[in-house]
């Protein structure tokens, strides 16, 4: 059986307003603990930039997940972190700085994301919480979020969907 909990580690860049970071509050309020560099530590580095999707199968052998808090207008100089770099599948944002914008997710809901894929929902929940609009993400992806959970799913499978939900919103 695996564990209930995973943790959630956050890398801050210092790159935007800490008062409305999504990463610096979860630092504040205790949910995140702040990276901190290690060998022999396996971890999924969320990277916008990198080309394989994290999928259910990212589990096995996980013991962290780490969000960069930067600026999606630096991201691309961005030193990513060690680790197996996964990026989401699609989603759609309910953050207010970027509400119903594809892709374009706070570090609080990438994290979220990726637990609630990963199979740590009641954790991805807990994360939400301390903000107004938490629940709206997850009411805003649940269908996707749903399918890219289940367990026998792999990084194709994750694509296949991302393809078909990508198709779908384009009409």
Known sequence: MSPKRIKVIVLRLHQDDPKRATGSKLLRLGLAERYRPSKGFSLVVLNPLSRRFLSPVDKEGTKGIVAVDASW????????????????????????????????????????ASLYILGYKEQALELLDPFK????????????????????????DVRALDDRFRKELAG
């Open 73 to 112: 207008r630096k991201v691309e100089s961005v030193r990513w972190p060690h680790g197996k770099q996964r990026r989401l599948p699609f989603l759609v944002a309910a953050n207010p700085i970027n509400y119903g914008v594809p892709e374009r997710l706070s570090t609080v809901e990438a994290l979220a």
């Open 133 to 156: 609009w938490g629940p709206e993400f997850i009411h805003l992806n649940y269908e996707r979020l749903e399918a890219y959970s289940r367990g026998e799913n792999n990084e194709e």
